[in-house]
């Protein structure tokens, strides 16, 4: 399983995902004197559980969806969370 179906699978435990985009930039960092090897991940969450709660409190949902992945396999993790109309609304 590649990291972005294990991110799926851990965050459709706590929220049911509607779209997911997840990119990998890793490759930018490892010629980096301080590449640890950690994943370097931006992503596009969207479902309708991020209704009603602020951008702090959908960030926490996934934060806590993700775990110990934050602390050993995901070095640097930024993200937009939407709900569907946000998103519709977003790329119409």
């Known amino acids: 399983m590649n990291i972005q179906?294990?991110?799926?699978?851990?965050?459709?435990?706590?929220?049911?995902?509607?779209?997911?985009?997840?990119?990998?930039?890793?490759?930018?960092?490892?010629h980096h004197d301080n590449f640890d090897g950690g994943h370097h991940l931006s992503a596009i969450i969207v479902s309708d559980d991020f209704m009603s709660k602020t951008l702090l409190e959908r960030h926490q949902i996934v934060y806590k969806a993700l775990g110990s992945m934050i602390k050993n396999e995901i070095h640097a993790f930024s993200m937009k969370t939407y709900t569907e109309d946000e998103w519709k609304s977003n790329v119409a």
């Not at 435990?13 to 985009?21: K, Q, R």
Request: charged share 25%.
């Open 5 to 30: 179906e294990t991110i799926l699978n851990h965050l459709n435990e706590l929220i049911n995902v509607i779209h997911i985009d997840i990119k990998d930039s890793t490759g930018k960092h490892a």
